[in-house]
Every structure is written in C-alpha cells, then in structure tokens.
C-alpha cells in the first residue's frame, strides 16, 4: 500500500511551469516546443492550471536541446492552444513508456498513424535502433496542417530508408482501404526471412 501510495502522488511533486513555444501552421494541429532533451518515446502531460485539466502527449525528442508535443485540435484544450497560444504551461517531470518501446521487440515492424498520431513514432525514428521499420500515414492536408519540418521528419528519416507511405486524404480521398498498408510493407523481405509485427496508432 505505501508504495502505491508513493507512485500516485510521485507525478505531483514534480509539477513546474515551464516557458513553452507554440507554432502552428492549420487550425488542425499546433507544435509545443520545450527546454532540454527528453528520452524518447515517452508520454507528458502538460495543462495551463495546475489542478485541473492535464492532457498526455507524446513527446517527440530528437537531441538534448529540446524537445517538443504535436497536439491534434480535438477538444477545447487543444483548440486553445492554437487560438490562445501560451507563453507557459505546467509539466509533469514523471514521464511514462508508450508504444514505440514495443518496437524493439521485434527485427522489423509496419507502423500506421492517422492525423497526430504521427507523434508517437516520429521521436523513435530519430534514435538509432536495429529494428528495420516501415511507416504508413493517413492524415488530412499532410503538409498544410502539420507543417513541412513534420513531413520531412518523416520522409527524410534515416531508420526507414524510404519505406513510408503517405495517404493525404484531401488530394487522395478517404478511401483508402488497405492499399496504403500493403504498400508500405511491399518494400520488405519475404515473410519467412525476419519476424514482423505492425503497430497502429
């Protein structure tokens, strides 16, 4: 009992407000951009009052400079960020695993994202790993709404050596079935030489 008592109020001792900078390039998403590098793959929680509202991004690091949250505008939290952007924000200094550390399980992996979803791989496809991996993303006005330095993260990535597919539902359709899928996986060997998983988000 003590020590789950410790783990739940653990995140709370670690509550600051941290300058914080804001970009957006649609009213679909904004880009929030902290100090100092994090470990990827892990999940922040961010909130502009300190006791209320929390809401967990993945957090997206690529050196030791800074680190950054690609927030989707689903609720009225997020939407405020992009019509009222903030100047600062309250974090949590406890971070958690997500997804992307599943990957190394595995020698090979096809990865899919729809809209902001794209955050939670884009960090794991900046470290160095032997997981040889392919991406599939569906989103809407890829380059409009999320920004060129996100579409070149992704289609410029070292770790997928142009195995990435992506599906602009404004110029493609909505449609897009499978299709999408097996071409992302086309470039790879044939089953039977390496185990491969897929992992959607």
């Not at 006791?51 to 609720?75: N, R």
Request: glycine fraction near 10%.
């Amino acid at each position: 009992m003590a020590t789950i008592t410790f783990f739940t109020f653990l995140p709370w001792f670690t509550v600051r407000r941290v300058p914080v900078t804001v970009t957006t390039h649609s009213t679909h998403a904004s880009i929030i951009t902290f100090q100092g590098g994090v470990k990827p793959g892990l999940l922040g929680r961010i909130s502009r009052s300190p006791l209320f509202e929390w809401y967990a991004f993945v957090i997206i690091s690529g050196d030791g400079d800074q680190h950054a949250m690609l927030a989707g505008a689903f609720s009225d939290f997020t939407c405020g960020l992009i019509s009222d952007l903030p100047s600062q924000l309250w974090v949590r200094g406890v971070h958690f695993t997500r997804l992307p550390y599943l990957l190394n399980m595995y020698r090979s992996a096809t990865m899919v994202a729809t809209g902001s979803g794209i955050c939670v791989f884009l960090s794991f496809l900046m470290q160095p790993r032997t997981a040889e991996l392919s991406l599939v993303w569906v989103a809407k006005g890829i380059e409009a709404n999320y920004g060129g330095e996100i579409m070149a993260a992704v289609s410029s990535s070292e770790r997928l050596h142009g195995r990435v597919v992506m599906h602009d539902t404004a110029v493609m359709g909505h449609k897009a079935g499978p299709g999408p899928v097996r071409e992302g996986r086309r470039p790879w060997p044939p089953k039977n030489q390496r185990p491969q998983s897929g992992f959607t988000c």
